[in-house]
T-cell receptor, first 111, second 112 residues
């Protein structure tokens, strides 16, 4: 099983729709989870951290299921500017530093 | 002003040439990282450094070396560049622990 797995997409979604991405991770010792956003040819930037209790930031909601080792990101009322690649990121855990990045899910919002 | 800067932003070089990519940060972070990104492969860790005296290999360190000249500077060298080192290279920093990393704008390297 790969360390962090994501559906690469692309997800083609009409503007205003709701879209959800999922991610699974293999390291049960991981303790920190993030969603990063990466625009074409740009650097990844933190979108939001993912907490055990779930968290919401405006139109974005992140959920963590530790038992299933599963992370999700929900985007409501999608905007054209949401078009990007979304990277699921998990820390290595077990005392090892560093983050493991998923390969990303490509989202295209269509007018 | 950018907190994490990388130079050069684009570089084309020939097989066998030595090349150095530089990273500087003004965030005051101890930890610095070098990644490469290839289409379909995602971000892969090359080297990382917890402080000036600490250098660690990542998952794909072969063919690369690094130097941590100061807390704020971390450079990546390709001693003898080869075409499969063509990629987008990112430097990142973090304050420590399992938290967020902050990325530079990237260096696009092409090895002919």
């Amino acid at each position: 099983r790969k360390e962090v797995e994501q559906d690469p997409g692309p997800f083609n979604v009409p503007e205003g729709a709701t879209v959800a991405f999922n991610c699974t991770y293999s390291n049960s010792a991981s303790q920190s989870f993030f969603w990063y956003r990466q625009d074409c040819r740009k650097e990844p930037k933190l979108l939001m951290s993912v907490y055990s209790s779930g968290n919401e930031d405006g139109r974005f909601t992140a959920q963590l299921n530790r038992a299933s080792q599963y992370i999700s990101l929900l985007i409501r009322d999608s905007k054209l500017s949401d078009s990007a690649t979304y990277l699921c990121v998990v820390n290595r855990g077990g005392g090892a530093d560093g983050l493991t990045f998923g390969k990303g899910t490509h989202l295209i919002i269509q007018p | 002003d950018a907190d994490v800067t990388q130079t050069p932003r684009n570089r084309i070089t020939k097989t066998g040439k030595r090349i150095m990519l530089e990273c500087s940060q003004t965030k005051g972070h101890d930890r610095m990282y070098w990644y490469r990104q290839d289409p379909g492969l995602g971000l892969r860790l090359i080297y990382y450094s917890f402080d000036v005296k600490d250098i660690n290999k990542g998952e794909i360190s072969d063919g690369y070396s690094v130097s941590r000249q100061a807390q704020a500077k971390f450079s990546l060298s390709l001693e003898s560049a080869i075409p499969n080192q063509t990629a987008l290279y990112f430097c990142a920093t973090s304050p420590g622990g399992p938290g967020e990393q902050f990325f530079g704008p990237g260096t696009r390297l092409t090895v002919l």
